[in-house]
Nanobody, 128 residues
């Protein structure tokens, strides 16, 4: 059974950093698009960042561009999100997500419906 397990969340002050990890039990990890989403209390789940299976690029929401860095380690089936210069508005549950379709080519990696495998989420709280 395919699983995604996030870790690395916690409480940090404004301006601080956290690094989230996602361990994926997907044998074909390297050929799946992967993403991070987040959901704040009372809000819809929103796109944060995504990376293509092909290595063509990594894409970010405007709200995190320049502060967050997403990377993937295909040898170890792992995904990371380095979050720097954190703001109070970054407070949310962060989810790792996988597109189960192999080798999908799309310019819209921000679309939530592309991802059908989700982790349980990890809480990030940024205090002022």
């Amino acid at each position: 059974q395919v699983q995604l397990v996030e870790s690395g969340g916690g409480l940090v002050q404004t301006g601080g950093s956290l690094r989230l990890s996602c361990a994926a039990s997907i044998g074909t990890f390297s050929i799946h698009n992967m993403a991070w989403f987040r959901q704040a209390p009372g809000k819809e789940r929103e796109f944060v960042a995504a990376t293509t299976w092909s290595g063509a690029g990594t894409y970010y929401a405007d709200s995190v561009k320049g502060r967050f860095t997403m990377s993937r380690d295909n040898d170890n089936n792992a995904l990371y999100l380095q979050m720097d210069s954190l703001k109070v508005e970054d407070t949310a549950v962060y989810y790792c997500a996988a597109d189960s379709t192999r080798n999908r080519l799309t310019s819209r990696l921000d679309l939530r419906y592309l991802y059908d495998i989700w982790g349980q989420g990890t809480q990030v709280t940024v205090s002022s």
